[in-house]
């Protein structure tokens, strides 16, 4: 649930008001997931709770006193209207522009009806949508309802490990130096204490020398420059990836960030997108696995500069790429915005406060999902394996799994964003312990059916003789009540 | 001998069930080319994501995984290592990393003392190709390929002190090709001459790897005697299946090497590999080509397969979705924007305080003490359970044969 305050300027109160301010409003939305198991969807979507405050004084401080709402525990929203358009500092053709902080100021001077559309289509673009829930719960969705962006994001994990690589094919040609250090504690480093709620992060670099791409770029006489088309991208990364290596130690999904120096004979190289144009960033990335960026090195002036040349690289360009790869691995990005909207960048923080609330509402939710399919499924197998020996620790995982589970849907449904987070992380992390415990291997326990296999063929052969001379005792016993022996 | 649904690769190819396929892909381009058009750019955010819908719904793996298993031991079963190799081979050159590799070879040929040639495995006679090459990786070895472990690998189900090599690390978008050869039988595969692994236990095993969805889409190919038997019992979505013969058919060997002295590859999996040999990674042969990759005529068995269990057309599946490592790329066209004088991050970190004085050695073994010490007192526990039972038998039989009037003597 998320409750949002609506903050009337001076002069933009709409006419047909219902009540008087302040007043709430409490309205909710059901968002129609179908999925193959109706009990883990019962997502429930935002609640918009309204309370207009007092006219607020307007002047040049407007915009940074609206910003940062104390979260506390809830999530709470603000958003400003305004009628008169020159009051307001939005360009033409802009109706809602979203801030950083969970704010936003809204123009709707035409009467209660737009500012609710206005409202609703806000809440949509910083809230869940349906596609976004079936996203979340992706592998219990049919696959009709799927939208492309289902598979791209990154699962919902413990932890990720970042790699940044440097390649250069060519170090006769040129002496790359990069300050990947300073650029991490710069740049990277302030978006992942951002998202250090999410996930546990670790950063590693390395160089690698004379690995090549996979593909020949084209020479393109036009622009005097090396293409490499659209098609061909999917086969640069195979022969880089063997290289690539990962910690031996975690098991966590690695993030690859590869920053290509092409040869001196291959440069400047370029991306062509699908139509042929070239691409502005030279960059591109895959779905769950990392991103690429070709780094063109100046040519020369004058043709006798001594080789290798010395290639300073210009970390901010190649990490505002970077970062914005990462976004778009994430899921935080959003594509498709209202035409009306505009939202503030988030500098060098990376991300917005309301899209790691959208991250971490996601995750919330693919946790818990996770958590029912995995007990479920412990359960079957349960009952398909009779004898199977639960320790005691697994047991405990079990009900820490389901408590935790329980906690993060109470939570979820009150709004209570981070805790509700924090459990699903710890259902999450008990029921996968439980689950892929090595005890559970059902080859150590055989079925029934095995057991009869074994042991009948030792136990028949002597119980047939022992069943025989029981079956004759009887017959005597019987016999001699009939008739008593004869006592000579 | 069942022929039913799983037709031999000589006859049309089964149609798997068709469920959602089609109507499902046209609906999903038509709302991508809906999400395309709605796309706006805001002046800040620029440009939106060029969707390669079209990519999307081929097949929904964004990774691939290999485990390939040679179940036999000895220097006579060269040629199923040997087939293990040639797969392995064609799977790193059509792009699959050694990371997302499991490699389980039951026996080391190219170091066997009988080996004429050391370091190498060749699958063709005369010594045309060597499968060993130079940078194989082999992640279980000898005594370590078991059947638990081959299923503690399939399920996940691994001691936490496994490393990461050894790991199947497979998500819910992950096609895994699985190749098993080995001597087998109706219904078994045999693991190193001493144990067997039951089409049950390998249906049951792949039953939990889809429950925990550690799987996209998988290929299960099995080069072995009477190999048809195996996949009979899958019941798990998103699986086909090969195999080299029928139930009650053997898989017959390739050509022995005069100079090697055993027979160095089986037939499938000989043309097999002659026909991956002509696969690169651009290359759009499909799955039906697969099919027909040994005809009776040259496998002397009937191959077969499965795809009942499959959603997706064979004739929609490229070879490389599940032998080779194609990557859904997207063209990055949006960045962010960096504000490269804002006040960069200092650590916060704390600083570990360095230790003061300085440190030194544990002692490892405390010969000293162990020498000097004396015993120690045990404690005296009564006998119990066995002992017991036997000194109660033999008292017992001792006074059963001569009579209870000797008690006096003992006590």
Known sequence: AVSVSVVFLPGSVPADLPRRLPYGDVREERVPVSCKSPAV???????????????????????PRLSRVAPGSSVCWQSCLCSQPSLLPLPQGVN???????????????????????????????????????????????????????????????????????????????????????????????????????????????????????????????????????HSLPHVINPVEARLGSSAASLYPVLNFLLYVPERSHSPLYIQDKDGAPVATNAFHSPRWGGIMIYNVEVPASPQTSLPL??????????????????????????????????ESPGNEGLADWELDRLLWAHALENIATVSTTLTSLAQLLDQISNIVIKDDVASEVYRAVAAAQDAVAELAEGHLHSAFQASKEAVTSSERAFFDPSLLHLLYFPDDQKFAIYIPLFLPMAVPILLSLAKMLREARQNKKEPTKMD | MRRGRFAPSGSAAERGNMAAAAPAARWASAAAAAALLLGCCGAVLAGGIQDQAEQFFKSGHTNNWAVLVCTSRFWFNYRHVANTLSVYRSVKRLGIPDSHIVLMLADDMACNPRNPKPA??????????????????????????????????????IPPSTPRSKRLLSDDRSNILIYMTGHGGNGFLKFQDSEEITNVELADAFEQMWQKRRYNELLFIIDTCQGASMYERFYSPNIIALASSQVGEDSLSHQPDLGIGVHLMDRYTFYMLEFLEEVHPASQTNMNDLFQVCPKSLCVSTPGHRTDLFQRDPQNVLITDFFGSVRKVEITTETISLDRNLAGFESELPKDVLATEPLKYADQLPVAQIIHQKPKPKDWHPPGGFILGLWALIIMVFFKTYGIKHMKHIF
């Open chain 1, 310 to 343: 010395h290639v300073d690289v210009d970390m901010l360009r190649v990490m505002e790429v970077f970062l914005a790869q990462l976004r778009l691995l994430f899921g935080i990005s959003r594509e498709e915005l209202p035409p009306e909207f505009l939202v």
């Open chain 2, 120 to 157: 190498t495995v060749f699958s063709h006679k005369n010594m045309e190709l060597n499968v060993y090459g130079d940078d194989v990786e082999v992640d279980y070895r000898s005594y370590e390929v078991t059947v638990e472990n081959f299923l503690r690998v399939l399920t996940g189900r």
């Open chain 1, 96 to 230: 809602v522009y979203v801030g950083k902080h969970r704010s936003a100021l809204v123009r709707a001077g035409q009467g209660l009806a737009i500012l609710h559309a206005r409202l609703q289509q806000l809440l949509q673009v910083v809230s869940l949508t349906a596609s976004s829930i079936a996203a979340a719960l992706s592998d219990r969705v049919p696959d009709g309802q799927l939208g492309p962006d289902a598979w791209r994001h990154l699962k919902s994990s413990l932890g990720y490990e970042i790699t940044f690589s440097l390649l250069n094919p060519d170090p006769k040609s040129h002496d790359v130096d990069w300050d990947i250090e300073g650029a991490v504690n710069h740049y990277v480093q302030p978006v992942l204490d951002k998202l250090s709620l999410v996930a546990n992060f670790s950063v590693d670099s390395q160089i690698l020398y004379y690995a090549v791409l996979g593909v020949t770029p084209r020479f393109d006489k036009e622009s005097s420059s090396f293409i490499l088309s659209a």
């Open chain 1, 41 to 63: 969807c019962t997502a429930r979507p935002p609640r918009g709770a309204w309370e207009a405050l007092r006219a607020v004084p307007y002047g040049d401080t407007f915009l």
